[in-house]
């Protein structure tokens, strides 16, 4: 039955209960915005008069940006270098509202700074300053210990894996065996590369694209996302596997179940950037205020569809959610989905 008005009002009302567990990588997202009306004498370049600028909180701190939006408490676990933008990170935190008292200082890494140029609405280049290897034992087990401190405490954890080397291997199998152990919900925003390490997990979130490197197949038809999907919830032993699909919507697959295909929410589409964290952020709030599995899609399917019409990463409210709902039971939107 696709989710109806009483339903969408029951769940949002539970949202902003829990206390969540954010591990990952944790960037700053910092914009330059700016206009183009030249190309450069140096080189086959737009020169970009820069007018204004904003950082933002990116990767795994822009999971618990939407986490608290949300209402829940994000506890942000994760590693930062000693420089001045560990600083930066820790006052932007401070005004969503988020402890940084999980923060974990690696002097051997610096922070992760993703520098985006925006003229004329439009990205022009992207300048990524960070390392990307692998924790130390040492860091690892620190960062183990701290998520340990607060795993009786928690309902849940999103592992926000960027790549940039604090998912390593033996993390992760030591913090999914707790989960499991403890009943804890265990959601992934996962990385290609790593992509067979998350097993035995509640939910996982890849696009389509990663999905398809992840099992060996692209994507190209409905036969194919069948394959894709159903092939690696096996492979992982997972609960369920949400593919996203950009325009076309999203795709669940569940243990045990027939697919549910529900179609895209967005409007409008002026920035994907960050869509994929409000999309696990959104499906995770919604499990831990007791919706199932379908309904914490269709939930995560509206937070992406909202985000997406902002430029740069972008926060969704319990209000915004239940609005963007309620609006597509009353246009007959959610009767399109095939929910299982």
Same mark, same amino acid.
């Given at each position: 039955?696709?989710?109806?008005?009483?339903?969408?009002?029951?769940?949002?009302?539970?949202?902003?209960q829990a206390?969540?567990?954010?591990?990952?990588?944790?960037?700053?997202?910092?914009?330059?915005?700016?206009?183009?009306?030249?190309?450069?004498?140096?080189?086959?370049?737009?020169?970009?008069?820069?007018?204004?600028?904003?950082?933002?909180?990116?990767?795994?701190?822009?999971?618990?940006?939407?986490?608290?939006?949300?209402?829940?408490?994000?506890?942000?676990?994760?590693?930062?270098?000693?420089?001045?933008?560990?600083?930066?990170?820790?006052?932007?935190?401070?005004?969503?509202?988020?402890?940084?008292?999980?923060?974990?200082?690696?002097?051997?890494?610096?922070?992760?700074?993703?520098?985006?140029?925006?003229?004329?609405?439009?990205?022009?280049?992207?300048?990524?300053r960070e390392?990307?290897?692998?924790?130390?034992?040492?860091?690892?087990?620190?960062?183990?210990?701290?998520?340990?401190?607060?795993?009786?405490?928690?309902?849940?954890?999103?592992?926000?894996?960027?790549?940039?080397?604090?998912?390593?291997?033996?993390?992760?199998?030591?913090?999914?065996?707790?989960?499991?152990?403890?009943?804890?919900?265990?959601?992934?925003?996962?990385?290609?590369?790593?992509?067979?390490?998350?097993?035995?997990?509640?939910?996982?979130?890849?696009?389509?694209?990663?999905?398809?490197?992840?099992?060996?197949?692209?994507?190209?038809?409905?036969k194919d996302?069948? /394959? %894709? $999907?159903?092939?690696?919830?096996?492979?992982?032993?997972? *609960?369920?596997? +949400? &593919?996203?699909?950009?325009?076309? #919507?999203?795709?669940?697959?569940?243990?045990?179940?027939?697919?549910?295909?529900?179609?895209?929410?967005?409007?409008?589409?002026?920035?994907?950037?960050?869509?994929?964290?409000?999309?696990?952020?959104?499906?995770?709030?919604?499990?831990?205020?007791?919706?199932?599995?379908?309904?914490?899609?269709?939930?995560?399917?509206?937070?992406?569809?909202?985000?997406?019409? /902002? %430029? $740069?990463?972008?926060?969704?409210?319990?209000?915004?959610? *239940?609005?963007? +709902? &309620?609006?597509?039971?009353?246009? #007959?939107?959610?009767?399109?989905?095939?929910?299982?």
């Amino acid at each position: 039955m696709p989710l109806r008005a009483e339903r969408i009002e029951e769940i949002t009302a539970k949202i902003g209960q829990a206390k969540i567990l954010i591990l990952g990588d944790i960037m700053l997202d910092e914009y330059l915005f700016g206009s183009v009306n030249r190309i450069s004498p140096e080189a086959p370049v737009p020169v970009v008069e820069i007018t204004s600028s904003k950082i933002l909180l990116g990767g795994a701190a822009n999971v618990a940006a939407n986490i608290r939006a949300l209402g829940d408490e994000p506890l942000l676990l994760g590693t930062v270098g000693e420089d001045e933008a560990a600083v930066k990170l820790s006052q932007l935190l401070k005004t969503k509202g988020i402890s940084s008292n999980f923060l974990v200082n690696d002097p051997g890494r610096q922070t992760t700074i993703k520098t985006r140029i925006i003229a004329h609405s439009q990205q022009v280049v992207r300048a990524d300053r960070e390392n990307q290897l692998e924790l130390s034992e040492d860091v690892e087990n620190f960062v183990f210990n701290r998520f340990m401190a607060v795993a009786d405490e928690i309902k849940a954890v999103i592992i926000s894996d960027y790549g940039k080397g604090v998912i390593t291997e033996a993390l992760l199998e030591r913090v999914i065996d707790e989960c499991q152990n403890r009943g804890i919900f265990i959601a992934v925003d996962p990385k290609e590369t790593h992509f067979h390490n998350y097993k035995r997990v509640s939910v996982i979130t890849p696009n389509h694209h990663e999905a398809g490197f992840a099992y060996g197949r692209r994507i190209r038809s409905d036969k194919d996302l069948m /394959e %894709v $999907g159903n092939g690696l919830l096996a492979r992982l032993e997972a *609960k369920s596997i +949400l &593919i996203t699909r950009g325009p076309d #919507g999203m795709s669940l697959f569940r243990a045990g179940a027939d697919p549910t295909h529900i179609p895209t929410f967005a409007k409008k589409v002026y920035d994907v950037t960050g869509a994929g964290d409000t999309v696990i952020a959104s499906f995770v709030s919604a499990a831990c205020a007791g919706a199932d599995l379908v309904e914490s899609a269709v939930v995560a399917n509206a937070g992406a569809g909202i985000t997406v019409g /902002e %430029v $740069g990463t972008a926060s969704v409210t319990v209000p915004q959610l *239940k609005k963007e +709902l &309620i609006a597509n039971v009353k246009n #007959g939107h959610l009767k399109k989905a095939a929910l299982a």
